[in-house]
Every structure is written in structure tokens, then in C-alpha cells.
């Protein structure tokens, strides 16, 4: 039970207008404690932030799509391929069909979807991150970014507290990774795409090449994001981004000749 709200409450009321301050400041203490509570339960709860890591995925992904004027069948096929990586069936799917209707909507407020998103996470970098490159995959996955969608993605990366640069790095790291599937993840992809992918150059030394593989294992561990938040239908994208990643790092190896 959660008390100090209600004795500064009762104390700051008491100090300026006597019993009847008292009781109201009694009041307004109770209020601010039971809010607290309600908002450490949300918070504390791991469940809570997967449910709302998946209704907010969804919902944004709409509110993307809509960004350069309509929703074209490519988004909708996009989402739609989405659902079906993350193997969305029955009452899943339906909730994941109406958070993204609800995205589409014209009053649909993003900034304090995302603020709300990034409370309930505890700022947990790995995790809004993860988010982040969701929806630069999505908006991506037709090869081309319209400067409206762009705009989007700058204000959700704002939001969830990344800067224009560390957008544009995710930016050019997803196009590699998106040129890395296209070249079927073997030595016949561009070992550019591999750096880029890996967020290095030809120039990087060995040291930081075995330094940016072990840094973004990290960020894109699945068991790692599951547990701090992420919903298990999505263990699959962090797997594919994981997988990615270690055969970007392989190339860079053979071709380097590194151990």
C-alpha cells in the first residue's frame, strides 16, 4: 500500500490551508498514490509490455503506411507478410489486423502511442530499437522510402529517444541487410553490404569488426529481447536480424582471412 502521497499530501495541504487544506491535500496524495501504483504495475509487468509492444508495432506500421497519402496494396501485402513471418493465427491475427486499421486512422495520435511505448518499456535501448527497425523494415520492404514515410520514421526514432544519425545508420544497415537476402546470405553478396550491414567499412580494423559483431549479437539476441519485452511471435524477426548478422560477419571473415 502506497502512503506518501497521501502524508506530503496531507502535510503540504495542512501547511497552507489548515484541516480543510489538509483534506484536500489527503485527497489529491490518495489519487497520485493510486496512479503510481497502477502505473508500477504496468510497468513491472514483462506480459504487459509484450501485449503492448505488439498492439503498438502493428498500429504504427499503419500509421506508416498511410504517411505518403494511401494505403496501397503493397502495405497492406507487407503487413500481411509480417503476420505471416511472425505465423499470426486466429484471435493473434485479428488484433494485429485491428491495431494496424487503427494506425491507419486519421485522429490516430502517434507521438503519445510512442510515449506511452517508451514508459511501459523502461527505456530499454535493445528493445526500442528492435521496434524501430520493424518499422524500417516495413517501410522499406518495397525498396524505395517516400519522403513522407521518412518523416515517420524520424519522429518514431525521436520518440524513442535516436537521433536523425543513428536513424540513418539503422537506414543504410537494413538496405544492406535487405541486399544480403537478395544475394541468398553467401559469398556471392557484396562484401559492401556485409560491412554496411555490420555498421563498418573495408577500412575497419579486425579488432573492430570482432567488436561490432559481438555488439550487435547482443542487441538482436532473441532470448535477450524476449525478456526484456518482446513478444514471443516476434522471436522469429530477431532471429532472421541474428542470422544476418552472423552471416555478414562470416563473409567479413573469409574475406579478410580472420579466425
Known amino acids: 500500500m502506497r502512503i506518501w502521497g497521501k502524508f506530503f499530501g496531507f502535510a503540504i495541504g495542512f501547511m497552507f490551508g489548515r484541516i480543510i487544506g489538509g483534506v484536500i491535500g489527503l485527497w489529491l496524495g ?24 505488439f498492439k503498438t508495432t502493428f498500429s504504427v506500421m499503419g500509421h ?18 509480417l503476420m505471416d513471418q511472425m505465423q499470426l493465427k486466429g484471435e493473434a491475427r485479428a488484433e494485429a489486423q485491428a491495431a494496424f486499421k ?8 502517434v507521438k503519445a502511442c510512442l510515449k506511452t511505448f ?24 518495397d525498396a524505395k522510402l517516400d519522403p513522407k514515410e521518412h518523416e515517420i520514421l524520424l519522429t518514431i526514432a525521436q520518440e524513442l ?18 541486399n544480403f537476402h537478395q544475394g541468398g546470405n553467401n559469398n556471392q553478396t557484396s562484401i559492401e553490404d556485409a560491412y554496411s550491414l555490420l555498421g563498418l567499412t573495408e577500412a575497419s580494423s579486425d579488432q573492430e569488426v570482432k567488436r561490432s559483431y559481438r ?45
Do not use: C
Open 30 to 53: 490518495h489519487l497520485y498514490d493510486k496512479k503510481s501504483a497502477q502505473l508500477s504495475g504496468i510497468i513491472g509487468s514483462g506480459a504487459n509490455r509484450q501485449t503492448l509492444f
Open 64 to 81: 506508416v503506411a498511410k504517411a505518403s497519402g494511401q494505403v496501397t496494396e503493397t502495405d497492406i501485402r507487407i503487413a500481411t507478410m
Open 118 to 141: 517508451r514508459l511501459i518499456s523502461m527505456g530499454r535501448k535493445e528493445l526500442l530499437q528492435m521496434f524501430l527497425e520493424i518499422q524500417i523494415q516495413t517501410a522499406l520492404s
Open 215 to 259: 555488439k550487435l549479437m547482443n542487441e538482436h539476441h532473441p532470448d535477450k529481447l524476449v525478456a526484456k519485452g518482446l513478444p514471443p511471435e516476434m522471436m522469429e524477426l530477431a532471429k532472421t536480424k541474428a542470422q544476418d548478422i552472423q552471416a555478414a560477419y562470416d563473409r567479413v571473415k573469409t574475406d579478410r582471412g580472420m579466425r
Open 161 to 178: 529517444g535516436f537521433s536523425r544519425i543513428q536513424l540513418d545508420e539503422l537506414l543504410k544497415r537494413w538496405q544492406a541487410e535487405f
Open 102 to 109: 487503427e494506425g491507419k486512422e486519421s485522429d490516430f495520435d
